[in-house]
Protein backbone atom coordinates (compact mmCIF):
# COMPACT_ATOMS: atom_id res chain seq x y z
CA UNK A 1 0.00 0.00 0.00
CA UNK A 2 3.04 1.78 0.89
CA UNK A 3 4.82 1.51 -2.23
CA UNK A 4 1.59 2.36 -4.00
CA UNK A 5 1.25 5.83 -2.80
CA UNK A 6 4.65 7.09 -2.98
CA UNK A 7 4.51 6.17 -6.58
CA UNK A 8 1.29 7.82 -7.17
CA UNK A 9 2.82 10.63 -5.86
CA UNK A 10 5.63 10.66 -7.21
CA UNK A 11 3.97 10.57 -10.90
CA UNK A 12 2.28 13.22 -9.67
CA UNK A 13 5.21 15.32 -8.93
CA UNK A 14 6.15 14.68 -12.10
CA UNK A 15 3.19 15.70 -13.67
CA UNK A 16 1.67 18.74 -11.78
CA UNK A 17 4.35 20.46 -9.65
CA UNK A 18 2.66 24.16 -10.27
CA UNK A 19 -0.49 25.70 -12.06
CA UNK A 20 -2.84 23.30 -14.34
CA UNK A 21 -2.76 25.93 -17.60
CA UNK A 22 0.12 25.08 -19.98
CA UNK A 23 2.00 27.73 -21.91
CA UNK A 24 5.24 27.61 -24.18
CA UNK A 25 5.85 30.81 -25.27
CA UNK A 26 7.43 34.03 -23.70
CA UNK A 27 5.12 37.21 -23.72
CA UNK A 28 5.32 39.66 -26.61
CA UNK A 29 7.37 42.28 -25.25
CA UNK A 30 9.57 44.72 -26.10
CA UNK A 31 13.10 45.88 -24.03
CA UNK A 32 11.46 47.04 -21.07
CA UNK A 33 12.28 51.23 -19.78
CA UNK A 34 15.32 51.15 -18.25
CA UNK A 35 13.87 53.21 -15.09
CA UNK A 36 13.41 51.01 -12.06
CA UNK A 37 14.34 47.60 -11.58
CA UNK A 38 13.99 45.18 -14.11
CA UNK A 39 11.91 42.51 -12.81
CA UNK A 40 11.17 39.26 -14.25
CA UNK A 41 9.37 36.29 -12.89
CA UNK A 42 9.19 32.25 -13.92
CA UNK A 43 6.21 29.81 -13.18
CA UNK A 44 6.11 26.10 -12.23
CA UNK A 45 4.95 23.44 -14.04
CA UNK A 46 2.27 24.08 -16.21
CA UNK A 47 2.12 27.26 -15.90
CA UNK A 48 2.10 30.27 -18.88
CA UNK A 49 3.43 33.24 -19.02
CA UNK A 50 0.39 34.88 -18.56
CA UNK A 51 -0.76 33.15 -15.67
CA UNK A 52 2.28 31.93 -13.31
CA UNK A 53 0.94 33.43 -9.49
CA UNK A 54 3.62 36.18 -9.68
CA UNK A 55 1.96 39.99 -9.28
CA UNK A 56 3.22 43.49 -8.63
CA UNK A 57 5.70 45.46 -10.20
CA UNK A 58 6.92 42.96 -12.68
CA UNK A 59 8.44 43.80 -16.31
CA UNK A 60 8.82 40.37 -17.94
CA UNK A 61 6.66 37.10 -17.65
CA UNK A 62 9.08 33.77 -19.06
CA UNK A 63 7.82 31.55 -21.00
CA UNK A 64 8.99 27.90 -21.34
CA UNK A 65 7.94 24.61 -21.51
CA UNK A 66 6.57 23.48 -18.42
CA UNK A 67 4.02 20.55 -19.27
CA UNK A 68 6.14 17.93 -17.97
CA UNK A 69 9.33 18.91 -15.08
CA UNK A 70 12.26 17.54 -16.67
CA UNK A 71 16.00 18.24 -17.14
CA UNK A 72 14.94 19.39 -20.59
CA UNK A 73 12.04 21.93 -19.48
CA UNK A 74 14.48 23.56 -16.97
CA UNK A 75 17.39 23.88 -19.96
CA UNK A 76 14.52 25.42 -22.15
CA UNK A 77 14.01 27.97 -18.86
CA UNK A 78 17.56 29.10 -18.11
CA UNK A 79 18.00 29.25 -22.39
CA UNK A 80 15.06 31.85 -22.32
CA UNK A 81 15.59 33.40 -19.09
CA UNK A 82 19.25 33.99 -20.51
CA UNK A 83 17.98 35.56 -23.55
CA UNK A 84 15.77 38.37 -22.11
CA UNK A 85 17.81 39.51 -19.58
CA UNK A 86 20.38 39.53 -21.69
CA UNK A 87 18.68 41.38 -24.16
CA UNK A 88 17.40 43.52 -21.44
CA UNK A 89 21.14 44.25 -20.10
CA UNK A 90 22.53 45.36 -23.51
CA UNK A 91 19.84 48.29 -23.69
CA UNK A 92 20.08 49.19 -19.93
CA UNK A 93 23.66 48.25 -18.92
CA UNK A 94 23.46 49.85 -15.58
CA UNK A 95 19.57 48.92 -14.47
CA UNK A 96 19.54 46.01 -11.39
CA UNK A 97 17.45 43.14 -12.43
CA UNK A 98 15.81 40.87 -10.30
CA UNK A 99 14.63 37.21 -11.13
CA UNK A 100 12.29 34.80 -9.29
CA UNK A 101 10.75 31.71 -9.81
CA UNK A 102 8.82 29.33 -8.15
CA UNK A 103 8.85 25.81 -7.92
CA UNK A 104 9.95 23.98 -11.50
CA UNK A 105 10.75 27.85 -12.31
CA UNK A 106 12.62 28.06 -9.04
CA UNK A 107 15.17 25.61 -10.22
CA UNK A 108 15.14 27.47 -14.00
CA UNK A 109 16.71 30.93 -11.82
CA UNK A 110 18.86 28.62 -9.44
CA UNK A 111 20.39 26.99 -12.53
CA UNK A 112 20.60 30.35 -14.32
CA UNK A 113 22.50 32.04 -11.00
CA UNK A 114 24.75 29.02 -11.03
CA UNK A 115 26.04 29.05 -14.54
CA UNK A 116 26.32 32.85 -14.92
CA UNK A 117 27.39 34.60 -11.59
CA UNK A 118 31.10 34.88 -12.87
CA UNK A 119 29.77 37.22 -15.88
CA UNK A 120 26.70 39.06 -14.87
CA UNK A 121 26.35 41.43 -12.36
CA UNK A 122 23.86 43.87 -10.54
CA UNK A 123 21.38 40.87 -10.22
CA UNK A 124 19.44 39.24 -7.01
CA UNK A 125 17.04 36.06 -7.36
CA UNK A 126 14.18 34.97 -5.37
CA UNK A 127 13.71 30.88 -5.40
CA UNK A 128 9.99 30.01 -4.03
CA UNK A 129 9.88 26.18 -3.33
CA UNK A 130 13.04 25.52 -5.01
CA UNK A 131 13.27 21.73 -6.02
CA UNK A 132 17.31 22.30 -6.17
CA UNK A 133 17.25 23.41 -2.76
CA UNK A 134 20.37 22.62 -0.47
CA UNK A 135 19.53 21.92 3.14
CA UNK A 136 20.23 22.63 5.69
CA UNK A 137 17.88 23.87 7.66
CA UNK A 138 15.46 21.04 6.83
CA UNK A 139 16.64 18.84 3.96
CA UNK A 140 17.38 18.86 0.19
CA UNK A 141 14.80 19.33 -2.48
CA UNK A 142 12.89 16.89 -4.16
CA UNK A 143 15.70 17.34 -7.08
CA UNK A 144 17.72 15.02 -5.27
CA UNK A 145 15.50 11.44 -5.00
CA UNK A 146 13.86 12.16 -7.61
CA UNK A 147 17.12 13.22 -9.86
CA UNK A 148 17.89 9.89 -11.66
CA UNK A 149 14.38 10.29 -13.46
CA UNK A 150 14.40 14.14 -13.98
CA UNK A 151 17.48 14.58 -15.28
CA UNK A 152 20.44 16.86 -15.20
CA UNK A 153 20.47 20.13 -14.81
CA UNK A 154 17.56 19.76 -13.21
CA UNK A 155 18.82 16.87 -10.83
CA UNK A 156 20.53 17.88 -7.51
CA UNK A 157 20.79 20.49 -4.88
CA UNK A 158 23.22 23.04 -4.55
CA UNK A 159 24.41 26.71 -3.37
CA UNK A 160 26.26 27.69 -5.99
CA UNK A 161 25.33 31.22 -6.42
CA UNK A 162 28.92 32.93 -6.19
CA UNK A 163 28.66 36.34 -5.19
CA UNK A 164 24.71 36.55 -6.07
CA UNK A 165 22.12 37.56 -3.57
CA UNK A 166 19.68 35.03 -3.04
CA UNK A 167 16.55 34.70 -1.26
CA UNK A 168 15.03 31.15 -0.84
CA UNK A 169 11.51 30.52 0.83
CA UNK A 170 10.40 27.04 1.68
CA UNK A 171 7.62 26.61 3.95
CA UNK A 172 6.99 22.82 5.02
CA UNK A 173 7.07 21.71 1.45
CA UNK A 174 8.25 18.00 0.41
CA UNK A 175 9.46 19.59 -2.95
CA UNK A 176 12.10 22.32 -1.60
CA UNK A 177 12.70 19.76 1.49
CA UNK A 178 12.82 16.18 1.67
CA UNK A 179 12.28 16.17 5.29
CA UNK A 180 8.57 17.92 4.89
CA UNK A 181 7.36 14.23 4.18
CA UNK A 182 5.77 13.15 0.42
CA UNK A 183 2.21 13.26 1.81
CA UNK A 184 2.47 17.14 2.61
CA UNK A 185 2.38 16.97 -1.74
CA UNK A 186 0.71 18.69 -3.16
CA UNK A 187 -1.27 20.79 -0.96
CA UNK A 188 1.61 22.60 1.12
CA UNK A 189 3.55 23.13 -2.26
CA UNK A 190 0.30 25.25 -3.88
CA UNK A 191 -0.95 26.91 -0.50
CA UNK A 192 1.69 27.67 1.25
CA UNK A 193 3.18 30.63 -0.64
CA UNK A 194 0.30 32.95 -0.97
CA UNK A 195 2.08 36.17 -0.14
CA UNK A 196 5.39 35.06 -1.79
CA UNK A 197 4.06 35.91 -5.10
CA UNK A 198 4.06 39.35 -4.89
CA UNK A 199 7.26 40.79 -6.09
CA UNK A 200 6.85 44.04 -4.20
CA UNK A 201 7.79 42.59 -1.25
CA UNK A 202 11.45 41.15 -2.02
CA UNK A 203 13.94 44.04 -2.43
CA UNK A 204 16.74 43.74 -4.29
CA UNK A 205 19.78 42.65 -1.92
CA UNK A 206 18.38 40.36 -0.16
CA UNK A 207 20.47 37.51 0.99
CA UNK A 208 18.93 34.53 3.12
CA UNK A 209 16.40 31.83 3.68
CA UNK A 210 12.71 31.76 4.95
CA UNK A 211 12.43 28.54 6.43
CA UNK A 212 8.64 27.38 7.53
CA UNK A 213 8.35 30.75 8.41
CA UNK A 214 11.66 31.52 10.36
CA UNK A 215 14.95 33.50 9.10
CA UNK A 216 17.86 32.06 8.63
CA UNK A 217 21.28 33.15 6.89
CA UNK A 218 22.05 32.34 3.40
Known amino acids: MRTRRIAAVSAAFLLTAGLSSMGQASAAQA ?15 GSSWNNDR ?10 YPTTIPNGASARAGVNELNRLVRDQRAACPSQHVKMAGYSL ?3 VVHIWVTENWRTFDNVNAVLIADPKRQG ?13 IIGAPLAGADKSFGNVPVKTI ?5 VCDESAGIWTYPKNHVDNYPEDFNMDHHNDSANEQWYNGAWYPA
Request: charged share 5%.
Open 54 to 63: FYGNIQQHVG
Open 105 to 107: GAA
Open 136 to 148: PPGANGGAVPFGG
Open 170 to 174: CHWDY
Open 31 to 45: TAPCEGTYTIVVGGT
